[in-house]
């Protein structure tokens, strides 16, 4: 009985040293989550013209307001080149989160959903692993019509995975820094 309570107490004491010495270091580095207020997803037609910007704002962050989101109709049968704009709008002067997707591009990329609209997103920018990124993207549309195009934005996704490279978000995992659905016309 007594070699059993010490075997208890010794057990109760490893185990609490063990806890008490744990600290934030040995869980490995956390990354601070960045408040993402604002994506603006501007595409101008290839050979010029005006660019069409579908923008989402959540100035004061999840709850609260609702966001505003706004959009342009597309031209039928037409190329894009479409970049993405992150930023926190709740500080001033505004923190362009794009830069941070840049330097940590093999930590990040965007995914692209069209639903219904005839239209087709390629990746037109790769991190330093030949990866795709997505920050800058290529936009076709095709007949007229009407859908929502859904962009994501994915932190440490798997971009080995089986089809994340072509942009199948399924397979990605990681975690979702922002995901943002913008309705379509194509006139």
Known sequence: MQRSKFLLYSFLFI???SLSTCNDDDMGPEEPVELITTLLYTLTPDGGGTPVVLSFRDTDGDGGNAPVVTTEPLAAGTTYTASVSLLNESE????????EVSEEAEEHQFFFSATGADLTVSYADQDADGNPIGLVSEVVTGTAGSGSLTITLRHQPDKNADGVSNGLIANAGGETDIEVTFSIEIE
């Open 15 to 17: 185990s609490v040293f």
């Open 92 to 99: 001033t002067p505004a923190e362009d989160i794009s830069e």
